[in-house]
């Protein structure tokens, strides 16, 4: 199958024109794709004001053009798509993702692990990291600073997630070195689509790193984008050799590990 | 305190002169030291050709050349020592790290999970992840393939280790980077002490790739080695900074870590 991030840079709050970019670079250039990550907040912008702006920029999933939007591009493309926006539901806004096949199904991954301010604009996710079935294979999702909390990939690897979907606005340096490491400690694909450019709110503003990623379940960066620029990036893999759990010839991964050892680990 | 690493070429088999090395550096490189680190299974080399050759190599602790030696060298250097030996506790041989205080008192740890053909020589550690209170600090140790779980150095984090002591035989490339994550989602410092050189027996041989290193609770490497060569590196660190687990303004690794998600970690 074909894996792909879609690396680029939405305006804040102008949804329309950020779904419209989206659904253009991969036309252009996903139209391969079997699977399709977009980044995190990728409808809206990451730099709220207030919670009451979030609120009113979040959407129902189904329900709100981010969802049917997202919905038109795994039918045209065929492909799976795993893209991260401003979810309401109810009187709550969450920082959530939508994994949507092409046949229109979907389901929701809640950001568990909430980054410096995003701690005003949202509630905290409640989403179990369990992966679902997708593009013949099983698909976990985490969204950007959950890659901090080693647990997040751990469960989603323990409960046989093949690839990661990581859709992200990073701002700090570290998580495409940690990233290969989340893939190497368990042995599985992940895709990280990554923001660029910069939000400019009031007296604030916050520069994202770009540098997308795809890596193998050997901690190999298969595809990367620069750290600006839109960019996608598109690479054939094998979800099958992320089954494959032997690190080396005696030492394997599920076995080999010492949960004997790990009582008080929750 | 000041911490260090020693990397060193041990010479199969030569327990007396392998001592006498570490010994001799340490006096010329290491004498500031209040923690040095010491590579496993520094007194006899890796790769032994039996479960036999291993058990007539193996030593009690205390009670052989090795732990007289670790002792004689905590005392010399008025430092806490950790350094790796093969261990006979009884009819088992297993691959074990000794943290000896200046004052002559010890800890032992056991490496849980052994790498390759390790398998036919030692037993499984049966150590608990628990650190041990040295050098007016908390200080946990674990031994080289232990870095590819990283439910170890969590553990030990979560028991309050500030200083990770990891006596290595490294032969892969990606245990140095990894080492950098393990202190940055932990936020801890992690002094990895790697061989150097070659060990040939038979009609096998194994390279090691040295590039001891000591790393910061951000992930920064401090102070790191050469593939290949000698090398003490000492660096002043604070363990105090390991236990500020503020990641951000706005996030603690303790409070917003989401363990009512992680119910089937273990």
């Given amino acids: 199958m074909k894996a792909a991030y879609l690396q680029f840079e939405p305006r804040f709050g102008e949804v329309s024109s950020n779904l419209r970019a989206m659904q253009d670079l991969a036309a252009n250039q996903a139209g391969e794709a079997d699977l399709l990550v ?9 730099l709220f004001q207030s919670r009451d702006e979030v609120f009113d920029l979040a959407e129902a999933f189904p329900g709100g053009p981010t969802a049917d939007c997202f919905t038109q ?13 401003a979810e309401r539901s109810g009187d709550q806004v969450y920082n959530s993702c939508a994994l949507v096949r092409p046949d229109g199904s979907s389901h929701i991954y809640r950001k568990a692990h909430l980054f410096l ?13 369990e992966p679902v079935p997708a ?5 976990g999702m985490m969204i950007c600073f959950d890659w901090y909390y ?23 340096p570290h998580c495409p070195e940690a990233m290969k490491v989340r893939c190497l400690e368990n042995r599985l694909f992940a895709i990280t689509a990554n923001r660029t450019g910069r939000d400019e709110r009031g007296d604030r503003s916050l520069s994202f790193i770009g540098m ?15 750290p600006d620029g839109d960019h996608v990036g ?33």
């Fill in 117 to 129: 301010d995003e701690k005003d604009w949202f509630v905290p996710g409640d989403s179990p990291f």
């Fill in 234 to 266: 598109l690479v054939e893999i094998d979800p099958r050799l992320a089954e494959d759990k032997d690190v080396t010839g005696r030492n394997n991964w599920t076995r080999d590990r010492r949960i004997d050892l790990f009582g008080d680990l929750v």
């Fill in 135 to 139: 593009a013949g294979t099983l698909i």
């Fill in 73 to 85: 591009m795994a039918f045209d493309l065929n492909a799976v798509i795993v893209g991260g926006f």
């Fill in 150 to 172: 080693p647990e997040v990939a751990r469960l989603l690897a323990l409960r046989g997630a093949t690839i990661i979907c990581h859709p992200s606005n990073l701002v700090l």
């Fill in 212 to 226: 997308s990623q795809v890596v193998d379940p050997g901690g190999q960066i298969l595809v990367s984008a620069p």
């Fill in 38 to 46: 977009l980044p995190e907040l990728a409808s809206t912008g990451y």
